[in-house]
DNA sequence: TAGATTGTTAATCGATTAACAATC
DNA sequence: TAGATTGTTAATCGATTAACAATC
């Protein structure tokens, strides 16, 4: 379950202010969600609380953390020692929480054997290697666009089911393998996207006017009509 | 709609190929989504599609790209200059899709002055005037936990309704601001679940042994039976 | 006209949430 | 016992998808 991140995470504030009991509705307010989703997320666990009084911080953040599988220790390779390669390989908030980076690799011979937050940067050759011999469950791919899917076809090959994408392209992987997928710019175009909404309360107005600056060429009279016809309404 | 991204990423990979017009279902594969899904998608902004034909890629670009507001340009300030905010003013997806980054602010005299991607860092200090003078409308929060809410509280109060957080906090704002949050560790702790999942085929078979080992005071003896118990199937 | 494909309806599915019996 | 809070049911809501009439 996705959430159980975020209660985590809430849940550690709260140990770390001293507070051994929980309601269901207190800690749904610090994780931002409904009461009734949070006691129904909590059972899938088991029955970990106790009516009339709520949950047991600290038991609940060991069972949540061994859900998880934060109590084992994950073997993280990450593969493009960019900007943002070396901003994951120094992200503290991956160790505290069960993640080792076991290897930085590169295809870029300028970097291969530089030192990044305590690693040495390997070559990109070695990506089967280094998989193999430093059981390494998770890869993070931080490459170009256009380097990312032969990655990806490499490390599946080489038995990896868990990656995480911050390249711009959708990857092609074998059943069974899965990807989560950051995508920064993305994340900004969600933003415009709504704050356009606030400025503008709404595109349909300017409809008309933008589809006519459109430099297409085939059609686009008639197509044009379309942009600015009536089965609209002014929401989404 | 969180999807248009993914379709103009889509389509643009197609007008590379120099593909003129797409029929729902091969741009659906293209996105990863399902055909109905996208035709709805799509209808929400217009009937810029031709029955018995399909749809015009560059012309859909277009509308899409009007519609995320990437016709626009947007000034975006991105706060706390540490690993990853420096990758994120380094990254390239940004000014290609009409971000521009306006501003770096931090709060550290060692890298206050210092040039990032062409950028001088600023002063902490300087944030709402820098908002103001710039027209800044999106803030990439990138600063550690502790700063992050403090930050949005000045933002906010500045007058910005969109932002990226990158801290890994759950961020109070007043009604009407947009929060979007990228948290690199729930990432991969979504990925050690399922990774888990699959060694273990679910991870019901060792509660009971793993309950035994939680090192709890209180009344665990009863609770463990609780974490043992029936009602649960072998599933999430 | 015949084939193809959109735009949209209606059915399905799953997720969310209110409500409450169970029970501490 | 009385008050509080969980675990779970049932209702609600929204999102997904199959199906098909409209129409190019």
């Known amino acids: ?93 991956f160790v505290s929480r069960g993640f080792r980076v076991a290897s930085l690799l590169d295809a870029d011979a300028e970097v291969v054997g530089t030192g990044i937050a305590g690693l040495v940067v390997e070559h990109i050759d070695s990506l089967e290697s280094v998989i193999r011999e430093r059981a390494v469950s998770i890869v993070v791919i931080a490459t170009p666009a256009a380097a990312a899917q032969e990655v990806c076809n490499r490390v599946t090959a080489a038995g990896i089911t868990s990656i995480l994408n911050f390249a711009p392209v959708v990857l092609t992987v074998p059943d069974g393998v899965d990807v989560r997928k950051v995508d920064l710019s993305i994340e900004l175009q969600i933003l415009a996207f709504h704050e356009q909404r606030k400025v503008t309360g709404g595109v349909d107005e300017t409809a008309a006017a933008a589809a006519d600056q459109w430099p297409g060429t085939v059609g686009m009279s008639e197509r044009n009509q379309g942009a600015s016809a009536p089965p609209r309404g002014g929401r989404t």
Do not use: C, F
């Open 1 to 93: 379950m996705a959430r159980l991140p975020l209660y985590l995470r809430a849940l550690n504030g709260l140990a770390e202010r001293g507070i051994a009991t929980v309601s269901s509705e207190d800690l749904a307010v610090g994780a931002g969600v409904n009461s009734a989703k949070l006691r129904k997320d909590l059972s899938h666990l088991g029955s970990y609380g106790t009516r009339g009084v709520g949950y047991d911080v600290d038991y609940l953040i060991y069972q949540i953390s061994r859900e998880l599988g934060l109590t084992q220790d994950w073997a993280v390779a990450i593969v493009g020692v960019g900007n943002l390669g070396r901003a994951l390989a120094n992200y503290g908030g």
